[in-house]
């Protein structure tokens, strides 16, 4: 009869731990990423996106769309107070990967430092501090496409 208590001793922590990782790798509230992208989201934004954009998206400057004295606008936030959510995740991602000095900004491209996944998780990591109304109306407007 020891046997029994002793073998659900043994097997309760193997049992929770598969279904924490199980949940790790599952989708957020019905969104494209999962919890293990937006971890390794944080960690590849703090070290090449926060500098500009804030440790959390939420942007460094008081007013993004006011101009710079060299005519270009400071780095937007990456949360759901400016624009970023106008933009298809696809588009998203091109961004990261080409920069945006073609189109008169200056962020770096980061195609030559981070893989595609990396990227991902970079996207995946802001869009988390997204409100669901906010990826709501992004979806809506095509954001998987």
Not at 26 to 45: A, H, L, M
Not at 94 to 115: E, R
């Amino acid at each position: 009869m020891k046997k029994i208590p002793v073998l659900v001793v043994l097997i309760l922590p193997f049992i929770a731990s598969c279904s924490q990782s199980e949940s790790i790798n599952k989708n957020i509230n019905n969104r494209w990423y999962t919890q293990n992208q937006v971890d390794e989201g944080k960690k590849i934004f703090v070290n090449n996106c926060a500098e500009c954009h804030g440790k959390s998206g939420e942007g460094i400057t008081a007013d993004w769309r006011k101009k710079q004295k060299d005519g270009s606008y400071p780095p937007p936030p990456l949360d759901n107070s400016a624009h970023a959510w106008h933009h298809p995740l696809k588009l998203l991602k091109l961004t990261v990967n080409v920069g945006g000095t073609q189109i008169g900004g200056k962020m770096p491209a980061f195609k030559d430092k981070l893989s595609n996944q990396q990227i991902e998780s970079a996207v995946a990591y802001f869009q988390n501090f997204w409100n669901d109304d906010i990826y709501s109306r992004w979806k809506k407007r095509g954001g998987l496409k």
